[in-house]
């Protein structure tokens, strides 16, 4: 018989603990890629759309895992799922020390740890804020969501100190031990479901009638087909896929080369980009506190609205120095970075049911992935081509507004999909 006592501290936090350290574990290859731009086409003579498509690779494979990751963590446990997304990120940046052609960065960064951080991607997040939490969801979800965004931020200034002073192989080699550190850390903190140790989901009173969620390929598809009939997908999936464009694929890979073209040092530019990272740790988790108190739609036509705006200055702000505008910029977006997950996957839950709400989130995020990949392909071209980021810059700012927009179609009275 599960316990219905709440302890002091629920064994719920410990979990979600955990969860948030292993996170920013994933996050912190998520930090390398833009500061290595400029060491690995120095040492290599690389161009940036050489070093842009390992990048580009990456994303797809992080955003396409996501939504077998949930059916891997049903079919074969989150613990064992984690331990090996940990070890491919950990084999996958060391080995780069060691490689001396362009497919072996593709191989590496693309493929490896690819895989890797798409099984611990935000739908990772998701299923444990769902088994674990019967309320505060938003409030977990956001804070989960700062520590995957921000700790790919945070560890900007450490690894961009690291090449610039001993080279880009020691910053690879940090990650790789961080990672390996975490590993035996959550393998020891983590429990699968609250009734493994006799409690029930933090804040419930009953115990929960659990609903089977896909645990194969062939459902993973058939409930990605059933979703493709609901305009709601559809609108979520598109506007995902722009947060992806104008996060990770842009700002994240981009912005420090970007900033680097207006003379500006790699160091500080990557000081700035940690400044975001603080800045969306807050606002992240006030989006996790509002979306269990204000209608999700309204959030993120705010949200997508007041970014493309943002996007729209940083041709004008951006120059050698640090500037004013530069950081009402900072601050400004950072706020809003990754403020638009809690929202989401609250839409997510209330249009698909929850025991769904895992793989049909993962197949969302694998748009906001795609978006990313083609962002980074398609801002690393454009500064070849162009030789500046400009036109890169101005297309992001418009897709933030053209998502916006699209929330006006997305009927609060619409049925759950779970239901028909």
């Known amino acids: 018989m599960t316990d219905t006592r709440q302890p002091g501290i629920h064994r719920a936090w410990i979990v979600a603990a955990v969860t948030f350290l292993t996170l920013i574990a994933a996050a912190a290859f998520r930090s390398t890629t833009s500061v290595l731009?400029?060491?690995?086409?120095?040492?290599?003579?690389?161009?940036?759309?050489?070093?842009?498509?390992?990048?580009?690779?990456?994303?797809?494979?992080?955003?396409?895992?996501?939504?077998?990751?949930?059916?891997?963590?049903?079919?074969?446990?989150?613990?064992?799922?984690?331990?090996?997304?940990?070890?491919l990120i950990g084999f996958g940046t060391g080995l780069t020390v060691f490689m001396t052609e362009v497919w072996q960065l593709v191989?590496?960064?693309?493929?490896?740890?690819?895989?890797?951080?798409?099984?611990?991607?935000?739908?990772?997040?998701?299923?444990?804020?769902?088994?674990?939490?019967?309320?505060?969801?938003?409030?977990?979800?956001?804070?989960?969501?700062?520590?995957?965004?921000?700790?790919?931020?945070?560890?900007?200034?450490?690894?961009?100190?690291?090449?610039?002073?001993?080279?880009?192989?020691?910053?690879?080699?940090?990650?790789?031990?961080?990672?390996?550190?975490?590993?035996?850390?959550?393998?020891?903190?983590?429990?699968?479901?609250?009734?493994?140790?006799?409690?029930?989901?933090?804040?419930?009173?009953?115990?929960?009638?659990?609903?089977k969620a896909p645990s194969t390929a062939r459902e993973t598809l058939s409930t990605l087909r059933a979703a493709m009939q609901s305009k709601a997908f559809w609108i979520l999936a598109g506007t995902f896929f722009v947060c992806g464009w104008t996060t990770n694929g842009l700002i994240g890979a981009h912005f420090i080369p970007a900033?680097?073209?207006?003379?500006?040092?790699?160091?500080?530019?990557?000081?700035?980009?940690?400044?975001?990272?603080?800045?969306?740790?807050i606002g992240t988790i006030g989006s996790g506190w509002l979306t269990d108190r204000v209608d999700s739609r309204i959030l993120l036509v705010i949200y997508y609205g007041f970014r493309g705006l943002a996007l729209f200055t940083v041709p004008f702000v951006l120059g050698p120095t640090v500037?004013?505008?530069?950081?009402?910029?900072?601050?400004?977006?950072?706020?809003?970075?990754?403020?638009?997950?809690?929202?989401?996957?609250?839409?997510?839950?209330?249009?698909?049911?929850?025991?769904?709400?895992?793989?049909?989130?993962?197949?969302?995020?694998?748009?906001?992935?795609?978006?990313?990949?083609?962002?980074?392909?398609?801002?690393?071209?454009?500064?070849?081509v162009q030789g500046d980021y400009f036109i890169a810059w101005i297309t992001a700012a418009v897709l933030c507004l053209v998502a916006a927009g699209s929330f006006i179609f997305l009927r609060n009275d619409q049925k759950l999909v779970a239901e028909q």
């Open 37 to 87: 731009f400029e060491p690995l086409e120095s040492d290599f003579g690389w161009s940036r759309t050489d070093t842009s498509l390992a990048v580009t690779v990456n994303l797809v494979f992080y955003g396409l895992t996501a939504p077998f990751a949930a059916v891997f963590m049903e079919r074969f446990t989150i613990r064992r799922t984690v331990i090996i997304a940990l070890a």
């Open 107 to 211: 191989l590496l960064w693309g493929v490896f740890v690819g895989l890797g951080t798409g099984s611990l991607a935000l739908v990772f997040g998701a299923v444990v804020a769902n088994r674990w939490f019967e309320t505060r969801k938003g409030l977990v979800t956001g804070i989960f969501s700062a520590a995957y965004a921000t700790g790919q931020l945070l560890f900007l200034p450490l690894i961009a100190a690291l090449v610039m002073q001993v080279g880009w192989q020691i910053g690879s080699l940090i990650v790789t031990a961080f990672v390996m550190f975490v590993m035996p850390i959550f393998w020891t903190g983590f429990r699968e479901k609250p009734a493994d140790v006799g409690l029930l989901p933090y804040g419930a009173t009953t115990e929960r009638v659990e609903q």
């Open 259 to 281: 900033a680097h073209d207006h003379g500006m040092p790699a160091t500080t530019a990557a000081g700035l980009l940690a400044l975001v990272g603080i800045f969306d740790f």
């Open 323 to 384: 500037e004013p505008p530069l950081m009402f910029f900072v601050v400004f977006y950072g706020l809003d970075w990754i403020a638009t997950v809690p929202p989401t996957i609250a839409l997510t839950r209330k249009y698909f049911g929850l025991a769904k709400t895992g793989v049909i989130y993962g197949w969302i995020f694998a748009s906001h992935m795609v978006g990313a990949a083609i962002a980074a392909a398609f801002a690393g071209l454009i500064r070849d």
